[in-house]
């Protein structure tokens, strides 16, 4: 289990990394399995929780980050999905960031310096 800080002066951030300022959201806080604060860049060892902070050092938001594909989508289905392709998907298929380019401010490796594999 891991316990996210509800502030950046709690020593528990201490082996976690500070991301780049996203305009309109915050800070994005990272941690490696492996390396803590010394990010290995690599999916599988990546905490799937990500907590933001404001600029004053409090927490405002988290988000969970899937680092493998969570659709069910039969290999012909694409956006817009047909009515046969509907039927299988879960949760996570119809959500808009699914469509979104993985490029620019929402490219997930932008928060972060360095390789991203």
């Not at 060892?45 to 069910?72: H, R």
């Not at 993985?102 to 594999?117: A, K, M, P, Q, T």
Request: charged letters at 20%.
């Amino acid at each position: 289990n891991e316990e996210i800080p509800a502030h950046t002066s709690s020593p528990l951030l201490d082996t976690w990394k500070e991301g780049s300022c996203i305009p309109g959201m915050g800070y994005h806080w990272w941690k490696d399995t492996v390396g803590g604060k010394n990010l290995t860049f690599k999916a599988e060892n990546t905490v799937p929780v990500v907590p933001m902070y404001d600029s004053g050092g409090t927490i405002v938001a988290m988000f969970f980050l899937a680092t493998a594909k969570k659709q069910n989508w039969a290999a012909g289905c694409q956006f817009p999905p047909t009515p046969e392709c509907l039927e299988p998907l879960n949760f996570w298929d119809g959500g808009g960031g699914l469509k979104q380019a993985n490029e620019g401010r929402f490219y997930v490796c932008s928060n972060l310096c360095g390789e991203c594999d």
